[in-house]
């Protein structure tokens, strides 16, 4: 049995006097320990999917579908039972440690305050803890770093604090949310190879959220590319970056600089990225895709739990060279 | 360390720019400061010779600031041509009484703007709306017409409270400032509790508070530890912008009340061109001041981590 | 007027009102304002005196009508001069940059450091009882409200394209301050000089009130919320309620159209 598994999840949240939809008919499973990728451009709801697993989604918003958690129905938990399962369960890391992380309370406060508040530790039982943790993610000098502040760290070693502070609470699953994204280019691999390895020792599942789709696959078991709010296409992460069944998930992969080659012209997708809401009633990608017929524009293509594209079967797609 | 330094050098820079400018004033006055001093009195030769002898008037300018500063910075500010008395000593009997009122009103507006700001913040809806109202009604209107007005309802019309008048002792004392101290605190109560409202808003909708979130905590644990601990930075620097504001309101909410503040002293001998109060009154007033305003400053800092060091 | 919402164009309606009134209280006002009728002294409300008269018998109405001219005389001078001050002094910092800025900052950093009320009782001292005395000194209180709020927004503006453009084409610094930079930075200055004019109407009637502004018999505001608080001590309180509350819409209107203008700039 899977660790969370999600079915028909829809989310809209009110504007302007009408419903924005942003997550629609999304169905996503992550086995006890798998890490899974969740591919897809801003806007495309892969933000929102994560959240809604903890039940963090903005006020007044309207959710549908079902998310279990360990046989548990996420979406009909109490407002204690919900925070129990984010206090012990799932952990989040999110994309900005500079603004995710409370910059007048200290690097030792931050660390600390869930350790004491939702296992009960002694102050200075987490405080020992606490260096132990950064010593793993790689922060030497831990009861300095304590006392200082988020402002007098760096944005790589921010993030490990991060990293560590979930890693404190021995989550069975962790909700990673563009967790490099905001860093500096040099430490980026640095910082997910940390939070990959410390994951595995301790057999945590994963679900990693990002645009960057080969980040993805050479983390992830298992990989689903979202557009406008749907899933387009999940599989096993070598077969998707080799063998595309979905447009956009060639176009994603084609439209990355390669280090080993050179390129005259980088492959670009035309057009821009939409959101649910805007989209038009047949496949949402149609407008930007090379192969669209004219019915891909009047009915919306099913999800048969691999693919999301009527052409998927007469078409052969470039994947990763 | 070396930023103490640095606003205490501003803060002497300020002092002695007002003391001179203060000094100074008066022999702007048409007809010189022996016109200004005798003012509509008559003087015998033996005043204004006295006159001529206290404030150095054959010196040439310049030393006489040295020498009246001098005195001030030792406490000595002369003495008044009306009270026949040592200036010093009128202010320090004066001084308990200001002191008394703006701490009074200090106490209503943090307790009073912070609970409705908290409340408005954290709560939402009608009460949001009802205290947003009133707050817009209180900073409309100018203390001395909330003064009169509370004094028309609850000492004349209900006969709640007394009219004129310090008291005697502590408790009759604070009876007898309760007026004036809430006609004080009215206006500066209304602005903090929007600044609280506007503060706490801000700041329940910020990325560490999402974290918080999603870590399980409580939303008492929340508020209390990150919402409220965040908020509270604007909301000290506006609390000590508005009790350094206070010190200029006393000069009218006393008058209304006939309380015996440096504020009533103070105008006083501006009707009466007692200039060796008026002097003094200005330092002492603009001390306080700069003084609080330098407090404000530290506390500011000792609550942000990121302006320290 | 759209661009003000329903608040801010009753605020404006309001003022206007009470503009036209006090400029037609000759035709409007049933009574001359500096008649005393003692007959009818601390009278109530009645037909021939709708809010009353007062300790000397001089009909509250019309003093009020008459009286927005000395309430609203001295706060506009303020705002006059302290803008226009403030302003000149705004973009010549702004503009010379370097010890300039740096002089005219720590002027204005000390003038700060003086509240406003108690500048003007210290001109008051000076200068004797009057209006002149209290313009002079809020004035120069003043001044560096609007001359912070002005450098920031000419130093912002100062770095446009446009301003080196004008210069590259050999433009005399004086003429591109006043040709463009003015211009562009005028919705800041009305929306500070209308906020700040609130205060100022508060102060003035404060100085007035302490009996050191405007002077008996002189009919203001101010002055009839003292007047009116002797009245209301002897059982008529119905000059110092009018005259207060009028002075509370007033502020009250001034700020929300200041907050409005503030908002759309």
Same mark, same amino acid.
């Given at each position: 049995?899977?660790?969370?598994?999600?079915?028909?999840?829809?989310?809209?949240? %009110?504007?302007?006097?009408?419903? *924005?939809?942003?997550?629609?008919?999304?169905?996503?499973?992550?086995?006890?320990?798998?890490?899974?990728?969740?591919?897809?451009?801003?806007?495309?709801?892969?933000?929102?999917?994560?959240?809604?697993?903890?039940?963090?989604?903005?006020? @007044?918003?309207?959710?549908? @579908?079902?998310?279990?958690?360990?046989?548990?129905?996420?979406?009909?938990?109490?407002?204690?039972?919900?925070?129990?399962? &984010?206090? &012990? $369960?799932?952990?989040?890391?999110?994309?900005?440690?500079?603004?995710?992380?409370?910059?007048? $309370?200290?690097?030792?406060?931050?660390?600390?305050?869930?350790?004491?508040?939702?296992?009960?530790?002694?102050?200075?039982?987490?405080? +020992?803890?606490?260096? &132990?943790?950064?010593?793993?993610?790689?922060?030497?000098? @831990?009861?300095?770093?304590?006392?200082?502040?988020?402002?007098?760290?760096?944005?790589?070693?921010?993030?490990?604090?991060?990293?560590?502070?979930?890693?404190?609470?021995? %989550?069975?699953?962790?909700?990673?949310?563009? %967790?490099?994204?905001?860093?500096?280019?040099?430490?980026?691999?640095?910082?997910? +190879?940390?939070?990959?390895?410390?994951?595995?020792?301790?057999?945590?599942?994963?679900?990693?959220?990002?645009?960057?789709?080969?980040?993805?696959?050479?983390?992830?078991?298992?990989?689903?590319?979202?557009?406008?709010? &749907?899933?387009?296409?999940?599989?096993?992460?070598?077969?998707?970056?080799?063998?595309?069944?979905?447009?956009?998930?060639?176009?994603?992969?084609?439209? $990355?600089?390669?280090?080993?080659?050179?390129?005259? *012209?980088?492959?670009?997708?035309?057009?821009?990225?939409?959101?649910?809401?805007?989209?038009?009633?047949?496949?949402?990608?149609? %407008? *930007?895709?090379?192969?669209?017929?004219?019915?891909?524009?009047?009915?919306?293509?099913?999800?048969? @739990?691999?693919?999301?594209?009527?052409?998927?079967?007469?078409?052969?797609?470039?994947?990763?060279? | 360390?070396?930023?103490?330094?640095?606003?205490?050098?501003?803060?002497?820079?300020?002092?002695?720019?007002?003391?001179?400018?203060?000094?100074?004033?008066?022999?702007?006055? /048409?007809?010189?400061?022996?016109?200004?001093?005798?003012?509509?009195?008559?003087?015998? /030769?033996?005043?204004?010779?006295?006159?001529?002898?206290?404030?150095?008037?054959?010196?040439?300018?310049?030393?006489?600031?040295?020498?009246?500063?001098?005195?001030?910075?030792?406490?000595?500010?002369?003495?008044?041509?009306?009270?026949?008395?040592?200036?010093?000593?009128?202010?320090?009997?004066?001084?308990?009484?200001?002191?008394?009122?703006?701490?009074?009103?200090?106490?209503?507006?943090? #307790?009073?703007?912070?609970?409705?700001?908290?409340?408005?913040?954290?709560?939402?809806?009608?009460?949001?709306?009802?205290?947003?109202?009133?707050?817009?009604?209180?900073?409309?209107?100018?203390?001395?017409?909330?003064?009169?007005?509370?004094? =028309?309802?609850?000492?004349?019309?209900?006969?709640?409270?007394?009219?004129?008048?310090?008291?005697?002792?502590?408790?009759?004392?604070?009876?007898?400032?309760?007026?004036?101290?809430?006609?004080?605190?009215?206006?500066?109560? #209304?602005?903090?509790?929007?600044?609280?409202?506007?503060?706490?808003?801000?700041?329940?909708?910020?990325?560490?508070?999402?974290?918080?979130?999603?870590?399980?905590?409580?939303?008492?644990?929340?508020?209390?530890?990150?919402?409220?601990?965040?908020?509270? =930075? /604007?909301?000290?620097?506006?609390?000590?912008?508005? =009790?350094?504001?206070?010190?200029?309101?006393?000069?009218?909410?006393?008058?209304?009340?006939?309380?015996?503040?440096?504020?009533?002293?103070?105008?006083?001998?501006?009707?009466?061109?007692?200039?060796?109060?008026?002097?003094?009154?200005?330092?002492?007033?603009?001390?306080?001041?700069?003084? =609080?305003?330098?407090?404000?400053?530290?506390?500011?800092?000792?609550?942000? /981590?990121?302006?320290?060091? | 007027?759209?661009?003000?919402?329903?608040?801010?164009?009753?605020?404006?309606?309001?003022?206007?009102?009470?503009?036209?009134?006090?400029?037609?209280?000759?035709?409007?006002?049933?009574?001359?304002?500096?008649?005393?009728?003692?007959?009818?002294?601390?009278?109530?409300?009645?037909?021939?005196?709708?809010?009353?008269?007062?300790?000397?018998?001089?009909?509250?109405?019309?003093?009020?009508?008459?009286?927005?001219?000395?309430?609203?005389?001295?706060?506009?001078?303020?705002?006059?001069?302290?803008?226009?001050?403030?302003?000149?002094?705004?973009?010549?910092?702004?503009?010379?940059?370097?010890?300039?800025?740096?002089?005219?900052?720590?002027?204005?950093?000390?003038?700060?450091?003086?509240?406003?009320?108690?500048?003007?009782?210290?001109?008051?001292?000076?200068?004797?009882?009057?209006?002149?005395?209290?313009?002079?000194?809020?004035?120069?209180?003043?001044?560096?409200?609007?001359?912070?709020?002005?450098?920031?927004?000419?130093?912002?503006?100062?770095?446009?394209?446009?301003?080196?453009?004008?210069?590259?084409?050999?433009?005399?610094?004086?003429?591109?301050?006043?040709?463009?930079?003015?211009?562009?930075?005028?919705?800041?200055?009305?929306?500070?000089?209308?906020?700040?004019?609130?205060?100022?109407?508060?102060?003035?009637?404060?100085?007035?009130?302490?009996?050191?502004?405007?002077?008996?018999?002189?009919?203001?505001?101010?002055?009839?919320?003292?007047?009116?608080?002797?009245?209301?001590?002897?059982?008529?309180?119905?000059?110092?309620?009018?005259?207060?509350?009028?002075?509370?819409?007033?502020?009250?209107?001034?700020?929300?159209?200041?907050?409005?203008?503030?908002?759309?700039?």
């Amino acid at each position: 049995m899977s660790l969370l598994t999600i079915s028909g999840l829809a989310l809209a949240v %009110p504007s302007a006097g009408e419903w *924005r939809t942003l997550v629609e008919e999304v169905d996503l499973t992550i086995g006890a320990g798998e890490a899974v990728g969740l591919v897809g451009e801003s806007g495309s709801g892969k933000s929102m999917t994560a959240r809604a697993v903890l039940g963090l989604t903005p006020p @007044g918003a309207r959710v549908s @579908g079902s998310i279990v958690f360990d046989g548990a129905e996420v979406t009909s938990l109490g407002a204690k039972e919900l925070r129990a399962l &984010r206090a &012990r $369960r799932i952990g989040m890391i999110f994309q900005d440690p500079r603004a995710h992380i409370n910059p007048v $309370r200290s690097v030792g406060d931050f660390l600390t305050e869930a350790m004491v508040a939702n296992l009960g530790l002694p102050a200075r039982e987490a405080a +020992a803890r606490a260096v &132990r943790l950064l010593a793993e993610v790689g922060i030497g000098d @831990g009861a300095r770093r304590l006392r200082q502040y988020p402002h007098e760290l760096s944005g790589g070693l921010l993030q490990r604090v991060m990293i560590a502070s979930v890693l404190a609470l021995e %989550p069975d699953l962790i909700l990673a949310d563009e %967790p490099t994204t905001a860093l500096d280019v040099t430490t980026q691999s640095e910082v997910m +190879a940390i939070l990959d390895e410390l994951r595995r020792e301790r057999g945590m599942a994963m679900l990693l959220i990002t645009h960057d789709l080969e980040l993805a696959a050479a983390t992830c078991d298992r990989l689903a590319v979202m557009y406008a709010g &749907r899933i387009v296409e999940a599989r096993e992460a070598g077969s998707l970056t080799a063998a595309p069944l979905h447009p956009y998930t060639s176009g994603l992969l084609l439209s $990355r600089p390669r280090l080993e080659e050179t390129v005259h *012209r980088l492959l670009v997708i035309p057009g821009r990225p939409v959101a649910a809401f805007e989209a038009d009633p047949g496949c949402a990608f149609a %407008p *930007r895709c090379a192969h669209a017929l004219a019915a891909c524009g009047e009915a919306r293509p099913v999800f048969d @739990g691999t693919v999301a594209c009527t052409r998927s079967a007469e078409l052969t797609l470039q994947g990763e060279s | 360390m070396s930023f103490l330094l640095k606003r205490l050098a501003g803060l002497a820079v300020v002092l002695l720019v007002a003391s001179f400018l203060v000094y100074g004033l008066l022999y702007l006055v /048409p007809g010189g400061p022996m016109a200004f001093l005798l003012g509509n009195r008559s003087g015998t /030769p033996e005043q204004v010779a006295a006159i001529r002898a206290q404030y150095r008037l054959d010196d040439p300018f310049l030393l006489r600031y040295l020498s009246w500063l001098g005195d001030a910075l030792t406490g000595d500010f002369g003495s008044s041509l009306v009270y026949r008395q040592e200036v010093a000593a009128l202010i320090g009997s004066r001084v308990a009484t200001t002191v008394l009122l703006v701490g009074y009103a200090t106490v209503l507006i943090s #307790a009073g703007g912070i609970a409705m700001g908290l409340l408005a913040g954290l709560r939402g809806g009608r009460l949001d709306t009802a205290i947003g109202v009133l707050s817009s009604l209180f900073l409309a209107t100018p203390p001395f017409v909330v003064g009169v007005l509370l004094a =028309i309802v609850f000492s004349v019309g209900l006969g709640w409270f007394p009219v004129f008048g310090p008291g005697e002792g502590l408790l009759d004392r604070l009876y007898h400032l309760t007026l004036p101290a809430i006609t004080l605190s009215l206006a500066s109560a #209304a602005f903090l509790a929007r600044i609280t409202r506007a503060s706490v808003r801000e700041e329940l909708n910020r990325e560490h508070v999402e974290t918080a979130r999603a870590r399980g905590f409580g939303e008492r644990h929340i508020v209390r530890r990150h919402v409220l601990r965040n908020a509270s =930075i /604007p909301v000290v620097t506006v609390t000590g912008l508005n =009790i350094a504001g206070l010190i200029a309101g006393s000069v009218v909410v006393e008058n209304i009340f006939a309380l015996d503040g440096l504020g009533s002293l103070f105008v006083r001998a501006i009707l009466q061109r007692d200039f060796a109060i008026v002097q003094a009154v200005v330092l002492v007033l603009v001390t306080a001041f700069v003084l =609080i305003n330098l407090l404000v400053d530290l506390c500011y800092s000792a609550l942000d /981590p990121r302006l320290s060091r | 007027m759209s661009r003000l919402g329903g608040l801010g164009t009753a605020a404006a309606a309001l003022l206007a009102v009470v503009a036209v009134t006090t400029l037609a209280a000759p035709l409007l006002a049933p009574y001359d304002p500096d008649f005393p009728d003692l007959l009818s002294a601390l009278a109530g409300s009645s037909s021939s005196h709708p809010l009353g008269a007062d300790a000397l018998g001089r009909d509250v109405l019309s003093r009020l009508m008459y009286g927005a001219r000395t309430t609203l005389l001295g706060p506009a001078l303020v705002i006059c001069v302290s803008s226009v001050v403030g302003t000149a002094l705004a973009i010549t910092a702004a503009w010379a940059g370097g010890r300039v800025d740096a002089v005219i900052s720590r002027v204005l950093d000390v003038l700060f450091a003086v509240p406003g009320i108690v500048f003007a009782l210290i001109t008051v001292a000076v200068l004797g009882p009057g209006i002149p005395g209290v313009v002079a000194g809020l004035a120069v209180a003043y001044t560096p409200y609007v001359a912070r709020v002005v450098r920031s927004a000419a130093l912002r503006e100062r770095s446009l394209p446009y301003v080196a453009a004008a210069w590259v084409q050999g433009r005399s610094a004086f003429a591109i301050c006043v040709r463009h930079l003015l211009p562009n930075l005028r919705p800041i200055i009305v929306a500070q000089s209308v906020s700040a004019l609130g205060f100022a109407v508060i102060d003035v009637a404060a100085i007035s009130f302490l009996g050191l502004g405007v002077q008996p018999p002189a009919a203001d505001w101010g002055l009839m919320v003292k007047s009116g608080f002797d009245s209301a001590m002897r059982g008529q309180p119905l000059e110092a309620i009018s005259a207060g509350v009028l002075i509370a819409l007033v502020v009250a209107s001034v700020s929300v159209l200041g907050d409005r203008l503030g908002r759309t700039v």
